[in-house]
């Protein structure tokens, strides 16, 4: 490399690299000041000082697009490895400083875990080995704070789209509860529900990503069986699914390291649904699992012992046999 070659290059910042990228993969050089939220001349100075730097037009006109030279080619993926190099830089140094801001971990939860984790997270022996936990609820941008650094990792139902992350399996929810009103008649046949039972009885599910947005165990169960189901409604919100239950004398399914807090709603009553009547449901989709989305061992601000006791709380979370079990969680 000449030593002109050199000081030209030193010249460059990154923000103009990041106009070179940008043309490469759009073509369009007012596409690129959009999506990096500057003016069109800001784009011109930048490709202008790429192509002094470089000697080379780098961008060539055809057929309304802009193509990229040889050299382009051969320079856009040590660019972009560049680019996210000090991308790395700066997010090491940001979750280094919030490591030292808080001194706390941030997790987002899916649904059926919210409650029955931060129930145990919050016990003294936990907090002294695990330190102080941030719950959140997980929503459609946990992922990318979690790349970012602004969440620490999730555990979610969810698949993520996102190959920088790391996804590890947890398990699936062992054991279901069914929930109505304490004074459901229903309730006279305790302990011995059935599932053919519940279907009898207006039912209503809350649509969870990941497990049952297209159709319910339920439904797919009593179609596949022929067993007349004619009253059943898809909830969003958690408020309105309690609702429904409190006024409509419908019967509803929760994970079971939910009973506890469900059952806190005054006039609703749950319990755990028997073994084989799980595994009537078992039979058309499988049950909600869980999985763990963190970042790669060097950028996470836990150590291995601290994850190790994360996954080994949300393991027997999932593994009880009654709710009794939260009450009594211990390590």
Same mark, same amino acid.
């Given at each position: ?6 000081k ?6 990154? !923000? ?19 999506e ?14 790429l ?9 060539y006109r055809?057929? *309304? =697009?802009? =193509? ?16 996210q190099?000090?991308? *790395? ?10 490591c030292?801001?808080?001194? %706390?971990?941030h997790?987002?939860v899916g649904?059926?875990? @919210? ?8 016990q003294t ?6 330190? =102080? ?7 459609d #941008?946990?992922?990318?704070? $979690?790349? /970012?650094g ?7 139902l969810e698949?993520?789209?996102?190959q ?17 009103? #304490?004074?459901?008649v ?5 302990? =011995? ?5 519940i279907?009898?009885?207006? !039912?209503?599910?809350?649509?969870i ?7 319910d ?5 009593c179609?596949? #069986? ?7 409604? %898809? ?10 239950l409190?006024? @409509?004398?419908?019967?509803? !399914?929760a994970?079971?390291t939910?009973l ?17 009547e799980?595994?009537k ?7 909600p699992?869980?999985?763990i $989305? ?10 291995? /012992? *601290?994850? *190790?006791?994360?996954?080994?709380? $949300?393991?027997?979370?999932?593994d ?7 009450r009594?969680?211990?390590?």
């Amino acid at each position: 490399m000449t030593s002109r070659l050199l000081k030209q290059l030193c010249e460059l910042d990154i !923000f103009t690299l990041m106009v070179f990228k940008n043309i490469y993969e759009t073509g369009h050089a007012n596409i690129t000041a959009r999506e990096l939220s500057v003016s069109a001349p800001k784009i011109s100075r930048c490709l202008s000082a790429l192509r002094m730097a470089f000697d080379d037009e780098l961008f060539y006109r055809r057929q *309304q =697009k802009l =193509k990229a030279t040889p050299l382009a080619e051969t320079l856009y993926h040590p660019v972009c490895d560049f680019i996210q190099t000090v991308y *790395q830089l700066e997010q090491q140094a940001k979750s280094s400083k919030d490591c030292r801001a808080d001194g %706390c971990l941030h997790i987002a939860v899916g649904y059926g875990l @919210m409650s029955a984790l931060s129930h145990v997270l919050g016990q003294t022996d936990i907090k002294a080995r695990l330190g =102080k936990v941030r719950l959140y609820k997980w929503q459609d #941008e946990s992922a990318d704070l $979690i790349h /970012s650094g602004e969440l620490d990792l999730g555990i979610t139902l969810e698949q993520v789209d996102n190959q920088e992350l790391i996804s590890t399996s947890l398990g699936e929810v062992q054991e279901l509860g069914f929930i109505c009103r #304490e004074d459901h008649v229903l309730w006279r046949n305790y302990p =011995k529900i059935s599932i053919e039972d519940i279907a009898r009885h207006p !039912f209503v599910y809350l649509t969870i990503r990941g497990f049952n947005e297209r159709i319910d165990p339920l439904e797919l169960y009593c179609q596949q #069986e022929n067993i007349p189901l004619n009253d059943i409604e %898809c909830i969003e919100d958690i408020e309105e699914w309690y609702a429904h239950l409190l006024t @409509m004398d419908s019967v509803a !399914f929760a994970p079971a390291t939910e009973l506890c807090h469900i059952e806190q709603v005054t006039g609703l009553r749950c319990a755990v649904l028997p073994p084989a009547e799980v595994d009537k449901l078992h039979r058309t989709i499988s049950m909600p699992a869980y999985n763990i $989305i963190e970042k790669s061992e060097n950028y996470r601000r836990y150590n291995e /012992s *601290q994850r *190790q006791l994360l996954v080994d709380i $949300i393991s027997r979370l999932l593994d009880f046999q009654n709710k009794e079990d939260l009450r009594q969680f211990g390590t």
